[in-house]
RNA sequence: GCCCUGGUGGUGGAAUUGGUAGACACGCAGGACUUAAAAUCCUGUGUCUUCGCGGACGUACGGGUUCAAGUCCCGUCUGGGGUACCA
């Protein structure tokens, strides 16, 4: 009796244990290099094994992407599902600077914790394919990619990165001036015979600035602090996002990433993906486009000394008598009131006049001075001075002040703008705080003029006015106009500017790739490809040498190219890694080729890519930049690393708290604060009356339960409180305050798989994460409803052993089952297909009370339903299959075919309602036509009653839905 | 500020193309089984009103389109995320 009781549970432990380790030697998930299914690639964005393991809000997103791994499967598809580690990065270095451990061996132990914690989730990755960035069997072939990308140019002609030895031909024969590069600003050009006669080191600088991998000056955040460059999304709030330490710019030699010859790229190619519009909006915008022209604007010359410029240029005239600005509103050309100039610009010493000399120098050093940080906090604060200087107006000579202020840009554009105060809210707030002249342009369609509103009208709607020969003309049309005007003058020419920076590649830091580069003479070289990898060196401390070089700079003496030249010491930044790793999955193993070309043929593109928002701009931006690269050279067939994405919501933490009271020993449940205590308890705890001050503070959320404190186990928890006093509720409850916060260690809200597979088990966490709303939405974790999803697999596990015994009946389903069992199908495929997971679970339950309450145990419904719930529960439906009778693994099997003649009904259960409102309903054989469904309803005995004597007006039948009646 | 999202019972959420709002689950209340508890099962549960039948209201708020609006349009409020003067 005791043996059968025991069988008849539901263990998940054993069953998950069991079943976890026969996926693992059975090697059930591995994928195959081809064959004759069709090919699906699901993949996980690369995870940061950090020390603090996973909490639940992690595997969200590997859930549904397993789902869909075992979906798929189940559909007949080859999948390729790995997963991998993305090990270098700075938590492990900084752990490394505080106790001296080796990165490598921090990043070992965290690993082994997250693959202890995967496993237990019962995930079908293929972990034979599984890769890590801080290997030198990978890293070598990120070394490789960026050797390739530092031998490659832009050709603006082709569209596409070539190797440099084309560049080199063309200067060898031609010289520079015919070639159309992506390149630095400021090349100057050259003749074939110019280029034959510098020396090696200028013809290396020259390149240089045509390499797409390059070495250039940049201004960078730079972190005094950690003794590190950091990327702009590293940055939180002015201060580096790990250790929350000031930064500041600085212009520093950086290996940088020329992105920008690939920003229409980048920015045409979201157009055919199918990610969600706001993930692309966000590149858009990161990318930001502006399509405008530029402009030139006179000196006047007031008897100035002559200004230099460091740039030759293009057309007749030197530069210096001119200010170039870039707009993208040249219809508002008559509205230019003044001209401002970047603090940095190059022309600001040469326009400054004597008198106001003093004043310019003054501002200029602190503009430039001010940080980042700084200029962040007093956005608001409007800083700027006069030069003395005017230029021309170009259309009615008349003369306009160049001002300057830090609101512009160097780094955008020219570093110069045509500012036009009533069309520009900038430029507003400018000629409103220095009282400068506003002059209004474009009439809205409002017909209020600016000077009864406060504010710049900034629209791109609206006629023109006070503008001469764009008088009447609307802004589209002004803005053809005036370019053709600007362009007929030789003023300037039309342009399309990006916000997109190109991106700094060099890290000082220890722990990531080192980069594969050594200096011969201030030349830097390329390692060849035969000396590849490139070993990150043992150093004895993890940190900057005293005199500022990187950590590498360490490194033992005999760490030098051929013993003699110092390798480069930077090292890759956190991106390089994961900017290429869906490709090396494709073939992990390979020591001869990143992954070979008919597998990188084989399996293309990643079909459906899962994970956070956050890597919006950054990730995903360079891994479609190093996609297109590599396509360009001919080395993969695809332009786009992932077809398919999605991002999951954040799984955010719910935090409880404790109220004590200040200097007492006292703690309030959340109802008595502020209410009137005893006459008992004012004396317990030496108050005078029941005003007191309290703070609030974090309880651990595992000794909480729905909102009320184990007091003991708090005073367990907690020394300083063991002899605490509890104020409590009525009923003796202590309780706890709530808030939703991010789960951290320090807020006491972190929940970890493990303790939910501990308690319910591995499918129940599964569910539960899908069951707790839409993949995509943020929301807290909280347990409430854990239980429900753990009923349902109980309840399914009844249907097998409803008499105690394992037992299925081989009878013919009836036709209710068969509905059943064929709409939970129906639905099922549906909602994985567009990844309602949530729902689809709903369904499941509503499958399983129906035949619960059917009482069925018929092998015919039974065993299909296992294979559509196998994604969401595999450990479950791989018991109950195995008790069924089979030996191969469930997810093996084919998915149930949905078979449509189940579900048709003969009747329809119409709704009638009268002006929208429904009153009562009718069940009608569902062959009836509109016109006799409308009769029906219309001698129904309830009619008259609904109808109040009215005659209906009309009479709206939609055939199998709804009857409405229109009185 | 700008861009993107969301706002539906006590709670998480459902309603896929405009067609019975609140599926499914939690919680709560009552009941069955049990010495008791756990587990399990049954019934009820949007709000107001009514002894009840029923009726009225109801998807953040205010308008509109429609035979019909959670769903479409206009305006407002509000939670969350991204971004930071990009001319």
Known sequence: MHQTKHFMEYDFKK??????AYWATHKTFAAKDGGDKPKYYVLDMFPYPSGAGLHVGHPLGYIASDIIARFKRHKGFNVLHPMGYDSFGLPAEQYAIQTGQHPKITTENNIAVYRKQLDKIGFSFDWEREVRTSNPDYYKWTQWVFIQIFNSWYNKNSNKAENISTLIAEFESHGNTSVNACCDDNVKSFTATDWKAFTEKEQSDILMAYRIAYLGEAYVNWCPQLGTVLANDEIKDGVSERGGYPVERKLMKQWSMRITAYSQRLLDGLDILDWTESLKDAQRNWIGKSVGTSLRFKIKDLG??????????????????????????????????FVTLAPEHELVESLTTAEN????????????????????ADIAKITGVFTGSYVVHPFTGKQVPIWIGDYVLAGYGTGAVMAVPAHDSRDYSFAKHFGLPILEVVQGTSNVTLSEVEGSYDAKEGKLINSDFLNGLDVKEAMKKAIAEIEAKGLGKGKVNFRLRDAVFGRQRYWGEPIPVYYKNDIPYALNESELPLVLPEVDKYLPTEDGEPPLARAASSWKHEGKYDYEHSTMPGWAGSSWYFLRYMEPHNSSEFASKNLTDYWKQVDLYIGGSEHATGHLLYVRFWTKFLKDLGYIAIDEPAKKLINQGMIQGRSNFVYKITDRNVLVSKNRLGSLLSEDELKKIGLEDSVYKWTALHADVSIVNNDILDIQAFKNWREEYRDAIFITEENGDYICGHEVEKMSKSKYNVVTPDDIAEKFGSDTLRLYEMFLGPLEQSKPWNTNGITGVHGFLKKLWRLFYATGEFVVSADEPTKGELKTLHKTIKKITEDIERFSFNTSISNFMICVNELTDAKCNKRAILEPLLICLSPYAPHIT?????????????????????NEAYLVDDLVNYPISFNGKVKFTLELAATLTKEEVEAIAMNHENMAKYLEGKTPKKVIVVHKKIVNVVV
């Not at 002559?306 to 050309?333: K, N, Q």
């Not at 000399?357 to 503009?367: D, L, N």
């Open 357 to 376: 000399k003093t004043a310019v120098e003054e501002y200029v050093t602190i503009a430039k001075n001010r940080s980042e940080r700084e200029r962040q």
């Open 878 to 898: 791989e018991e109950l299959w195995k008790l069924l009778g089979h030996n191969e693994s469930i997810s093996l099997a084919p998915f149930p075919d949905f």
């Open 15 to 20: 069953i998950e244990t069991e079943w976890q």
């Open 304 to 337: 100035l000394k002559t200004a230099v410029t460091s740039s030759a240029d293009e057309g007749s005239v030197s530069r210096s008598e001119y200010i170039e600005v870039f707009t993208t509103r040249p219809d508002t050309i008559f509205g230019v009131s």
